[in-house]
């Protein structure tokens, strides 16, 4: 097994490598870089754009140059192209695409991400900012996913037919057909001062004042912002990995070892958990990395948008509506870097629900 999660975390080295490459291709051929993005804002009302430059190093471009009618950005004409270069500068586009993209690569490997653009921050001090927010979300959508879908999931599988399974299912049918933004918008109508009720509030983790508050009263006033934004969450989730877990354990329950094992005298109980969980798990824990992911950092941008909580999904798109590469990068690699190391663990979970699986016979 050693030789195994050698030889799967040198494979991460190419695996990220060909992740940045094909995503710094495709933004290179999108319009609108930060580049355009200055041109925009200094052509309209911003000026933190100048004020920027013009404090910066001056360039030693030759200041007869010609007009930036001919530039490659669109937003340029009419403006001095020493300032354009300038800007170039400014924001590492003075160098061909090789020279930066190699450049990322060798700062990424030491885990320098580099300055926002337009934040000027550190990216990582950004990441490590957001990350409460994600956290919180995801840390909890997962464990109240997990708690009651794998219980109810096997519960089902046992009463297949039967009319708890019926009304169990519809309810999960509807849960699964409304996306849950919009099952965020319904919450907060109803219970967030919308239209009826106005008992959950709709902005950040905590309360003003949350520091004074007695150790109590902060675990409640922390749930208390959180009880709306984890229910939308959990409500996608929840019914498909109710589902998931139904099949699995419906599947190995009509094989011929429970049989045999029932009709040794074995209870079902013993059998379901004894026998059949080991091997049903294993389908659960193939998805449990795209979950987490999906969970943790993409599946939660639109609920923190709608309850105003600044997340890692936020700052995403964010990042990527002000093409703000350093961040949009720096958030891929950590992200790529994260699922595939939880791959890598849930490989290594196989061996220990099911001792039979060998990866180490396996060819790479």
Do not use: C
């Amino acid at each position: 097994m050693a030789a195994y999660i050698v030889r799967r975390l040198l494979l991460i080295i190419p695996t990220l490598f060909g992740i940045l490459l094909l995503n710094f291709m495709i933004i290179q051929l999108a319009p609108g870089g930060p580049v355009e993005q200055a041109l925009a804002h200094m052509q309209g009302i911003a000026v933190d754009a100048t004020s920027r430059i013009g404090s910066g190093e001056k360039s030693d471009i030759s200041a007869d140059a010609s007009s930036g009618n001919d530039s490659k950005y669109r937003g340029a004409q009419g403006m001095d192209p020493v300032l354009v270069a300038e800007i170039e500068k400014l924001y590492g586009f003075d160098k061909p695409a090789h020279e930066r993209f190699f450049k990322m690569v060798g700062d990424y490997l030491t885990f320098d991400f580099g300055r926002s653009f337009f934040s000027d921050k550190p990216v990582v001090d950004l990441i490590i900012e957001k990350m409460p927010v994600s956290i919180s979300l995801g840390l909890w959508t997962t464990l109240i996913t997990y708690l009651v879908s794998i219980p109810l999931g096997i519960r089902k599988a046992v009463k297949d037919g039967t009319p708890f399974d019926v009304w169990t299912s519809s309810f999960i049918i509807v849960g699964y057909a409304i996306p849950n933004f919009l099952f965020a918008i319904l919450l907060i109508v109803i219970f967030a001062g919308g239209t009826y009720l106005d008992w959950f509030p709709l902005r950040g983790l905590t309360s003003p004042g949350w520091e004074e508050m007695s150790l109590i009263e902060k675990i409640g006033d922390y749930f208390w912002h959180l009880a709306l934004p984890i229910l939308a969450s959990v409500i996608s989730s929840f019914a498909t990995l109710t589902m998931l877990t139904k099949n699995a354990f419906l599947d190995e329950i009509h094989k011929q070892y429970v049989l045999t094992a029932r009709a040794k005298g074995l209870k079902m109980s013993e059998v379901l958990y004894g026998h059949v969980f080991r091997n049903a798990m294993l389908l659960i824990i193939a998805g449990m990395p795209a979950a987490l992911i999906g969970i943790f950092f993409t599946g939660s941008m639109l609920i923190e948008v709608i309850f105003s909580l600044d997340g890692l999904g936020l700052l995403g798109y964010e990042a990527v509506i002000n093409r703000d590469y350093p961040v949009i990068f720096g958030t891929l690699y950590i992200f790529t870097l994260v699922g595939l190391l939880l791959k890598l663990i849930s490989d290594i979970t196989y061996t220990l629900v099911d001792p039979r699986i060998d990866f180490e016979s396996r060819d790479m």
